[in-house]
């Protein structure tokens, strides 16, 4: 039997329609209950634009025509990631002037008359929940239903665009522009804090659906999370959520700790309290009742916490490294102790794939079904006005989580 590429198309749209469609899915709004629920559309929109390092300005320009693709998105958040953190700081892309934000969510107040569906073929309409993922529009050979093609760090998002005439092309805006080409997703079933919080979350799912490549992780295993920030804990969070329990959580913060226990660790070590990598993986076998763990997490950025690691995982165990999003230097392993004699299989994982972001809806519907305090990783959020403290914060690395949200949300 043949499929012709359209009927493949149509396929995985309906697929992922099933998938992220669930039995919860919000009651269809109807245009005029939307109308009410956005007022009237203002003839301007407020961004705040990064003019200089660590310097946000707020601007105001006009709200353009939309095309017929195109989707007006009245912002309602936006999460503030270390990428971010990076630009504020270095302007490593060199965007400068740029409207940051790529972990936003809003409500559609306007759509060009071709918009019927989002990426996944879920209806779309004014008043619905969205969120956006990559940017396909200068890269004909992917389509939107490509969804393994490419993860996401070789295309483009919104957030991290250099400016243009239309100015609005980020979530640190009061309205962004969603042009024909780019992915969008219909969340309306996802609260406001659960839809900031989608982004992080997918780097998660990708690095779990990467681990489970290794075929060691099992619904039985002993997996030790390594690092407890934001990406450890919904480490955590994504492996509770697929039934593992027998989870040990590594970090030198108690309280980070305590999170981590409440996010489904079942023991903790902290390695303050251990001198040298031996006492340590000594700790952390203690931990699961006197053996080495048959999978690990690496979530720190850290390259002596990747050489320790190993340390930690029985022979013939998995091990998946995810703390470098950025070069964080070289890391010292013995290959004789560590890889070869052990036969560690090691996997890397870098941000997420499409179809991992709407895998991700559905992980949060999960987590807080079963009471995971997922939406308690917003530790801060601060209105458009206030980017710049949003991001000191960040850098001062106070909380876990910050995030912009629409002042009458706060
Ligand atoms: N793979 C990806 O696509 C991807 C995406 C986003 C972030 N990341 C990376 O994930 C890492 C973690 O992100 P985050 O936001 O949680 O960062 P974070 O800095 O908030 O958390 C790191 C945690 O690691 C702990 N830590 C540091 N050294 C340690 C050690 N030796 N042993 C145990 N714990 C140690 C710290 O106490 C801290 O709690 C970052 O380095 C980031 O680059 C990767
Ligand atoms: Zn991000």
Redesign the pocket.
Known sequence: MTINENEVAKLVAQVLQEMTSGTSTAAPQTQSAAKSACGEIPKTAKVAMMTALKKFEIQEYPIPELGDDDILVKVEGCGV??TDAHEYKNDPFSLIPVVLGHEGTGEIVKMGKNVKVDSAGKPLNIGDKVVTCMIFKDNPDITMFDLNKQNVGGADVYGLLPDDDIHLNGWYGDYILIRGGSTVFNVSDLDLDSRILIE?CA?LI??VERAKTTNILRFNSRVVV????????ICIAVLRTMGIENIVA????EQ?LEFAKRMGADKTVN?MNHKGVDALADAVKDAFGGYYADFAFQ????P??HA?IYKFIRNGGGLCE?????N?GDATINPHFDLCSKEITLVG????TLRDYATTFDFLKRANAIGLPIKELITHRFPLEEMNEALETNLA?KG?KIAYVRKDLI
């Open positions: 990631c270390g992080p780097v990708h690095a390594q690092g407890c920030g934001p990406i450890g804990l590594v970090d030198g913060n980070r390695f979530c720190t950025g850290s002596v916490a320790n995810l703390g470098f999003f950025i964080g994982s870098w941000v997420y690395q876990l």
